[in-house]
Nanobody, 122 residues
Framework: QVQLVESGGGLVQAGGSLRLSCAAS????????MGWFRQSPGKERELVAT????????YYVDSVKGRFTVSRDHAKDTVYLQMKSLKPEDTAVYYC???????????????WGQGTQVTVSS
């Protein structure tokens, strides 16, 4: 099983940027499609973005299109989520997840990181 560790969260003003990283260890990182999810207090965990095992295909939820970019670096066994033009409604704990396919539901992912907090102030 692959192990995942997120980093890069923090407090940022609205309009600012952050880059989240998710470092993988254990089983071959390149075997997995990756997803970024987020969860706010009182809300269900929601999908933010996905990227295929080779990085060739990506998906974004409508609310982040044009502002967030997902990428991966196989040499570093790391997936990234570049977030720009952040809004207060982006405030959440962000999780990366590994799956055997680029699913849209959290149940389709087999490994999860511990999460990193992103707080966007207005």
């Amino acid at each position: 099983q692959v192990q995942l560790v997120e980093s890069g969260g923090g407090l940022v003003q609205a309009g600012g940027s952050l880059r989240l990283s998710c470092a993988a260890s254990g089983r071959a990182f390149s075997n997995y499609a990756m997803g970024w999810f987020r969860q706010s207090p009182g809300k269900e965990r929601e999908l933010v973005a996905t990227i295929s095992w080779d990085g060739g295909s990506t998906y974004y939820v409508d609310s982040v299109k044009g502002r967030f970019t997902v990428s991966r670096d196989h040499a570093k066994d790391t997936v990234y989520l570049q977030m720009k033009s952040l809004k207060p409604e982006d405030t959440a704990v962000y999780y990366c997840a590994a799956g055997y396919r680029r699913g849209l539901k959290s149940a389709e992912y087999v490994a999860w990181g511990q999460g990193t907090q992103v707080t966007v102030s207005s």
